[in-house]
């Protein structure tokens, strides 16, 4: 049986949702050595250290943070075979007072994968599940989807999807192949639509479509936004008005770690213009409630 979560909200200060494991036990990186590069060269994060989930475990216990921690499956367009979602899953139950292990499960897999999600939710302790749909090749309204969106809704677990600009592929030539237009978060409304009771989290200020993502989140009450991916000093207005006002219950803290730290977000986020109630609700009990750590 899964470990179960042994994460208490009432001792942490904050709940980061977006946390990337970018290296096995074994060493095996996430992405090829071209695509990390231009990632790193894309937040200015050259020689940033890969740390390992252990690593990561000591890191949010220090800072009494929770943190969601996924790898991308990406195998059909990149080639790249992905960590093992079991492996992450494992690593996090061996911190459960601070990791939540999400899974990521490549939609070209069809039938295997839907078979591979039930099974990671049910044998492992997932608790959720990524996807990157520039780095996956698809779109997120593409059929082909669907029955792995409907076994997620039926585990009662949420989904995340990176949206808007990327800083994989970045100034590598053509891309390296990863087409931005399958991240614009108006694609994701069709699945909030037919899969209501499916949990969505749209990850990242939307550049250039935040103004669809805000659309989105306020139409659908089953999307949530998170603003990992950028420090807070560059969000765009509206985003900070959104979050300071219709969605103050819907918006999460992530950071994107190990590209931009927590500590680095906090600092930006205790500048910006958000009412003093707001606040707790970004930084730890609008996820706590998402993520089922705290009853609604």
Same mark, same amino acid.
């Given at each position: 049986?899964?470990?179960?979560?042994?994460?208490?909200?009432?001792? +942490?200060?904050?709940?980061?949702?977006?946390?990337?494991?970018?290296?096995?036990?074994?060493?095996?990186?996430?992405?090829?050595?071209?695509?990390?590069?231009?990632?790193?060269?894309?937040?200015?994060?050259? &020689?940033?250290?890969?740390?390992?989930?252990?690593?990561?475990?000591?890191?949010?216990?220090?800072?009494?943070?929770?943190?969601?921690?996924?790898?991308?499956?990406?195998?059909?367009?990149?080639?790249?075979?992905?960590?093992?979602? =079991? =492996?992450?899953?494992?690593?996090?139950?061996?911190?459960?007072?601070?990791?939540?292990?999400?899974? #990521?499960?490549?939609?070209?897999?069809?039938?295997?994968?839907?078979?591979?999600?039930?099974?990671?939710?049910?044998?492992?302790?997932?608790?959720?599940?990524?996807?990157?749909?520039?780095?996956?090749?698809?779109?997120?309204?593409?059929?082909?989807?669907?029955? !792995?969106? =409907?076994?997620? =809704?039926? !585990? &009662?677990?949420?989904?995340?999807?990176?949206?808007?600009?990327?800083?994989?592929?970045?100034?590598?030539?053509?891309?390296?192949?990863?087409?931005?237009?399958?991240?614009?978060?108006? +694609?994701?409304?069709?699945?909030?639509?037919?899969?209501?009771?499916?949990?969505?989290?749209?990850?990242?200020? #939307?550049?250039?479509?935040?103004?669809?993502?805000?659309?989105?989140?306020?139409?659908?009450?089953?999307?949530?936004?998170?603003?990992?991916?950028? #420090?807070?000093?560059?969000f765009p207005p509206q985003l900070v008005r959104y979050a300071n006002t219709l969605l103050k219950d819907k918006v999460l803290f992530g950071s994107d770690y190990p590209v931009i730290t927590p500590d680095r977000w906090l600092s930006d986020f205790d500048k910006l213009d958000i009412k003093p109630e707001v606040r707790p609700r970004i930084l730890k009990d609008n996820a706590a409630r998402l993520l089922g750590l705290v009853q609604d």
């Amino acid at each position: 049986m899964p470990a179960s979560i042994a994460i208490d909200p009432e001792q +942490l200060t904050a709940i980061d949702v977006h946390t990337h494991a970018e290296v096995s036990r074994t060493g095996h990186p996430s992405l090829s050595p071209e695509l990390m590069a231009a990632s790193e060269k894309y937040f200015a994060a050259h &020689g940033h250290r890969q740390p390992t989930i252990d690593e990561m475990a000591e890191y949010y216990r220090q800072r009494r943070m929770a943190a969601v921690v996924f790898t991308v499956d990406a195998e059909h367009a990149l080639g790249h075979p992905p960590i093992p979602n =079991e =492996e992450v899953a494992e690593s996090c139950a061996d911190h459960a007072d601070v990791l939540i292990p999400f899974a #990521s499960i490549d939609p070209w897999r069809g039938s295997a994968g839907v078979r591979q999600a039930r099974r990671l939710v049910q044998e492992y302790g997932v608790r959720g599940f990524k996807f990157h749909p520039s780095l996956q090749g698809f779109s997120p309204d593409d059929r082909m989807a669907y029955p !792995l969106y =409907e076994a997620i =809704e039926e !585990l &009662g677990v949420p989904a995340l999807f990176h949206t808007g600009q990327t800083g994989i592929g970045a100034g590598v030539p053509g891309g390296g192949g990863i087409r931005l237009k399958y991240s614009n978060p108006m +694609l994701i409304d069709d699945v909030a639509a037919d899969f209501p009771g499916l949990r969505i989290i749209l990850a990242h200020p #939307s550049f250039p479509w935040q103004d669809e993502a805000l659309a989105v989140a306020t139409h659908k009450p089953n999307v949530f936004i998170d603003l990992s991916g950028w #420090s807070p000093k560059y969000f765009p207005p509206q985003l900070v008005r959104y979050a300071n006002t219709l969605l103050k219950d819907k918006v999460l803290f992530g950071s994107d770690y190990p590209v931009i730290t927590p500590d680095r977000w906090l600092s930006d986020f205790d500048k910006l213009d958000i009412k003093p109630e707001v606040r707790p609700r970004i930084l730890k009990d609008n996820a706590a409630r998402l993520l089922g750590l705290v009853q609604d």
